[in-house]
């Protein structure tokens, strides 16, 4: 998903939240367009409200590929306000230019640095399904991430947290802010989560 749908639908996460019935039209269009798979759709069915079934699919959308925000619009049919809200959201933010990705620009100090626990265990809180990815584009093995993912079974955020610790202790002084700041790129993270995470 592009990182601007992306940032636009974390910008209005509680407003669609408390906006959305997802479970009437909303999830079984996502389905029929292959946007979600089916373990996907029992997932959000078991959410015990509405709110939460709507945070559920907040938290898959941006992880579902490149056609995922436009087949979300369209199964907006019976939520066209909402529809409309979002697209003039869209119409109305500066394009992709120099001054928006340089806003997100780190300084070199902050970019040359290797990651506190702190600062591991904050953005290990905020990754949501793509944090495997990011731990392989760091070089961590399957083995690896196995080993993360059963010592931690309750915690995904002790097993995200395991996998940077590990990467860090590897890679000394090369596990760079800049490091990590590419593999979250790489994995279709939106730069900005670092950026809360470290200022």
Not at 31 to 37: G, P
Not at 111 to 140: F, H, I, N, T, Y
């Amino acid at each position: 998903m592009d990182p601007v749908h992306r940032a636009l639908l974390r910008t209005h996460r509680l407003y669609l939240s408390g906006q959305l019935l997802v479970s009437e039209s909303i999830v079984p269009f996502l389905y029929q367009e292959n946007i979600l798979t089916g373990a996907q759709v029992e997932d959000i069915d078991s959410q015990p409200t509405n709110t939460q079934k709507s945070l559920k699919l907040l938290d898959l959308l941006p992880n579902r590929g490149p056609r995922a925000f436009d087949c979300f619009l369209r199964s907006l049919e019976d939520f066209s306000w909402v529809r409309d809200k979002l697209l003039l959201e869209l119409q109305t933010r500066p394009g992709p230019g120099p001054s928006s990705t340089d806003d997100l620009r780190l300084p070199d100090s902050v970019l040359q640095k290797v990651p506190s626990d702190r600062e591991l265990s904050r953005l290990a809180s905020r990754l949501g399904p793509e944090w495997e990815s990011v731990l392989m584009d760091l070089g961590l093995s399957a083995e690896a991430l196995f080993r993360c993912r059963s010592d931690h079974a309750l915690s995904t955020q002790g097993a995200v947290l395991a996998g940077l610790v590990q990467w860090r202790r590897s890679e000394g002084r090369r596990a760079t802010v800049q490091r990590l700041l590419q593999s979250l790129e790489a994995a279709d993270v939106h730069p900005a989560v670092l950026r809360e995470v470290l200022m």
